[in-house]
């Protein structure tokens, strides 16, 4: 049975840490090494964000035009890519654009992965899985 250690060049950049049960928490806590024995099948080894305080080149890139007119409606094009990642996957992409006030609703029409609009939070979320670099 496999026993994996992972080490992260700066680890304390994770905020608001979630470990899959198979992760050893206490060496986590000490050293801050992801040490586990995998789970079989496929499985969220850890969840986390980064802080706004942090500065991280994440390896995506985003390209936004976002427009609204003054009697309702606009536009909203955002194109989202690899930057280079030596050829793997970006998987677990998801964009959360928090829209104005005035915003009621969204229509959009996305050429990747899903979109939900919470016109309570007046959140735009677009969930767009998995890029891959070669396509």
Excluded at 27 to 52: A, C, K, M, Q, T
Excluded at 96 to 121: A, I
């Amino acid at each position: 049975m496999p026993d994996l250690t992972l080490t992260f060049i700066n680890p304390r950049l994770f905020d608001d840490v979630s470990f899959h049960p198979c992760v050893r928490l206490k060496r986590w806590e000490s050293e801050r090494v992801l040490s586990f024995i995998p789970p079989d099948g496929n499985s969220r080894l850890l969840s986390y964000h980064i802080g706004s305080q942090s500065v991280v080149a994440i390896p995506v890139y985003i390209r936004h035009n976002i427009s609204f007119r003054d009697v309702g409606g606009g536009r909203l094009d955002i194109t989202v890519g690899p930057k280079q990642t030596m050829g793997r996957a970006v998987e677990g992409v998801i964009l959360e654009v928090p829209m104005p006030k005035c915003v009621l609703n969204c229509n959009l029409t996305v050429n990747q992965g899903k979109y939900t609009f919470d016109p309570v939070s007046k959140v735009l979320r677009w969930d767009l899985g998995r890029i891959d670099p070669t396509k």
